[in-house]
């Protein structure tokens, strides 16, 4: 699974996936590709299906908001 914290506090870019790509989640045809600007892995890309795209925003969106304890932030 993604470590979304430390790979996706990056801008993204989000376009449309290359004809014939499939989904890196779910193996269905993909309709986005979501590009990390800059950071440690600048243009790093996934491909996602129209499904999976909305629950990739929605966990990091959620990991962006989420409290993080000290234990969590020392130990992970």
């Not at 989904?23 to 590009?35: R, T």
Request: glycine share 8%; hydrophobic share 35%.
């Amino acid at each position: 699974m993604l470590n979304i914290e430390n790979e996706f506090r990056q801008p993204l870019s989000i376009d449309e996936a290359p004809k014939g790509s499939v989904c890196e989640w779910c193996g269905k045809p993909a309709e986005h590709q979501f590009i990390v600007l800059g950071g440690k892995c600048p243009n790093e890309s996934g491909l996602f299906c129209s499904v999976c795209s909305d629950e990739f925003v929605r966990a990091v969106a959620s990991s962006l908001c989420r409290e993080v304890t000290p234990e969590e932030a020392v130990y992970g």
